[in-house]
C-alpha cells in the first residue's frame, strides 16, 4: 500500500504538492508517465478517445525529442501535458543545480505549469525551489502497471482497491507497461469500472 497510495508521513515530505483532488467530488484524475512512446501512447489515446476522457501527460523532455509526431497527436488530442524532467532522474542522486537545469530544459518544448518528480522523490532543496516554479503532482493512486512483478490483474484490483474521491491515477504510457501486458489489460477495464461506480473523469 505505501506505494500504490502513499501515507500521509510521505506527503507531508512535500506539503505543498498535490495528491489528491477534492476529496468531495466523485471524480479521478488519469495520468500518464514516462512517454510519449510511439508503441504505447497511440494506442492510449484511442482507449482516451473511446471513452471520450481527457487526462494528464507527464512526458520525458528526451522522448518528446526523439517522438515529436506523439507528442502532437497528444496535444492535438485536448490532453494536458506536464514536465517529467529532461532524463527521467531520480532527484537524490543529483545536485539542486543539475536537477533543476534537467527540469527546466522540458520548458522550451511544453511550456507546462505542471511537474512530477520521476520516481515521486526529490531533495527538498529541490522540492522548495521548484514549487514557486510549478505545480507540483504526485498522486493518490499509482497502479504500477510498470512491474515485472505484477500481473495484469493485480493492476486492476489496484484500481478497484484504491480508487476513491478526487483520486489522481497513474498509469504509464512506457515500454514497460506494455511489454508485460499489463496496460493493455488494465486501462480499459479500469475505465469501465471507475465509470461503473459513477466517477467523473476530469483533467489536472
Do not use: C
Not at 495528491?19 to 497511440?42: H, K, S, W
Not at 490532453?79 to 532522474?89: D, K, L, P, S, V
Request: net charge neutral.
Amino acid at each position: 500500500m505505501f506505494i500504490e497510495q502513499p501515507p500521509w508521513l510521505f506527503r507531508a515530505l512535500y506539503p505543498q504538492a498535490i495528491f489528491r483532488m477534492d476529496p468531495n467530488e466523485r471524480a479521478v484524475y488519469l495520468t500518464f508517465d514516462d512517454g510519449p512512446i510511439p508503441e504505447v501512447t497511440p494506442w492510449v489515446l484511442e482507449i482516451l478517445e473511446k471513452h471520450h476522457i481527457k487526462a494528464t501527460f507527464f512526458m520525458v523532455g528526451d522522448n518528446i525529442r526523439k517522438h515529436p509526431d506523439e507528442y502532437r497527436m497528444v496535444v492535438e488530442h485536448g490532453h494536458r501535458i506536464g514536465n517529467h524532467t529532461f532524463n527521467h532522474i531520480r532527484g537524490f542522486e543529483y545536485s539542486n543545480p543539475d536537477y533543476l537545469a534537467n527540469a527546466r530544459k522540458v520548458d522550451d518544448m511544453i511550456h507546462s505549469d505542471l511537474f512530477r518528480p520521476p520516481h515521486g522523490h526529490m531533495g527538498f532543496r529541490q522540492y522548495y525551489t521548484l514549487r514557486y516554479h510549478y505545480r507540483i503532482i504526485m498522486w493518490d493512486l499509482v497502479t504500477r502497471d510498470y512491474s515485472k512483478r505484477m500481473s495484469p490483474e493485480q493492476v486492476l484490483n489496484n484500481v478497484k482497491r484504491y480508487a476513491r474521491n478526487g483520486s489522481i491515477i497513474t498509469f504509464h504510457d512506457s515500454l514497460k507497461s506494455w511489454n508485460n501486458g499489463n496496460l493493455q489489460y488494465a486501462l480499459p477495464r479500469a475505465i469501465e469500472f471507475l465509470k461503473e461506480e459513477g466517477y467523473e473523469f476530469k483533467v489536472l
